[in-house]
C-alpha cells in the first residue's frame, strides 16, 4: 500500500504542476481536482467518462469511497469542464510519474522478475491509434486520404512497455506522439517517433541492457543504428517482403548484394545471431553505401 500511496502522491504533484489556462485567482477547482478524476477513470476501469462521473455524482457504490479514500478527491467537476482545462495541458507533464513507477518497480525489487535471456530487460515498441475523425482535427493530427477525396484525421502514439514473457504484468513507460513536427515538410510515422523515443529516454533505459522489441515496421537501418548508438539491443520481425536479401542468404542462396560484398554479408550474420552489430557496423555501412551507389 506504500508504493500505491507513492505512486498517487506522485501523479497528484504532476496535477499540481499542470498547466492553468485561467487567469483568475479564484478558481473555483484546482489542478488536482481536475487531474485526478481524469486519471481515477482509467484505474476504476470504467467503460466511460460520463458512467464514472454519474457514478461519483451520485455518491453510489465503491467507485466514490475508493475515489475518496486512495485518490483524496473530495470536489469533482464535471466531465465538460474537466475535458477544457486538460485540453491544452502538454501530456509531458505526465512523464515523470512513469519514471517515478519505474525508480518504484527498481527499488521495490520487482525488476528482477522482468529479466530474461541473460539478464536483458524487454522493451517492446508498437504504435497506437486513439483517435479517428472525419469530421473533428487538430493541429496534431496525422491524416490520410479516403474513398472520393475525403480526408481522415487521426491521433497515433509510440508506446514504449517493459514486458516479460511469463509475467502477468507489463510495466509502461513514457511514450512519444506521433504527431507533425516542427520544421518537417513530411507527416510524422511511428518509424521517426520511435527514434525520438530513443533519443530522449534511451540513455536513461540502458544501464538495463535493454533489447528492444519491435514488428517490421522497425527492422530498418537508421533505427537498428539508433538501437545501438543508445546502448540497447534489438530484436526485430523481419518480414519476407521487406527483407529479401536477408531471406534468400537464410534460404541458402546468395542475393546479388551478397555476392557484391560476401565479407560483410558473413559479418552480418554473427550481428543478427550475437544482437551485437556494433563491431562490424563501420563496415557493413560501407559495403550498404556501395549496394545503394
Ligand atoms: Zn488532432
Redesign the pocket.
Known sequence: MKILGDLIRALREACAGLFDRRTGKNAHYSMIDIGLPAFAVFFMQSPSFLAHQRRLEEGSGRGRSNCHTLFEMERIPCDNHIRAMLDPVDPKSFFPVFHTAFKALEEGGGLKDFRRLNGHVLIAFDGTEY?RSDAI??S??STRGRKGGKVE?F?TLLSATLVAPGHNRVVPLPPEFVAPQDGSEKQDCENRAARRWLKAHGAHYAKLDPIYLGDDLYSRQPICEDVLASGGHFLFVCKPASHKPLYEWLAGGRSAAARRCPEAWQDARHAHLSMDGSRTAARRRRCHDRQLA
Open positions: 483517435f482535427s487538430c496534431n493530427c484525421y491521433h
